[in-house]
């Protein structure tokens, strides 16, 4: 928390691109996929290694191939 009058007035050029906000859901950002790494067969079920946006390679996570083509259809 701060003061109003710490406030100080931009200066300078005005950004070129506006930044998009991530999505939001319940109050959580959704992770955006980077890249699948690998996929292997695990007990009958394909599984994915998803390397998200913004995270490190040691971040990555097996998702289900099921889930993950119903939570991100457009991913290639």
């Known amino acids: 928390m701060f003061h109003v009058a710490l406030l100080k007035k931009y200066e300078g050029d005005p950004p070129a691109a506006i930044m998009l906000l991530p999505a939001i859901?319940?109050?959580q950002v959704v992770p955006t996929p980077s890249q699948v790494v690998w996929a292997h067969?695990?007990?009958g079920r394909w599984e994915l290694l998803v390397q998200w946006d913004g995270c490190s390679?040691?971040?990555?996570t097996w998702?289900?191939?099921?889930?993950?083509?119903?939570?991100y259809p457009l991913f290639q």
């Open 57 to 60: 390679a040691a971040d990555a």
């Open 25 to 27: 859901l319940h109050g």
């Open 63 to 71: 998702e289900p191939l099921a889930d993950f083509k119903e939570r």
């Open 41 to 43: 067969l695990n007990c």
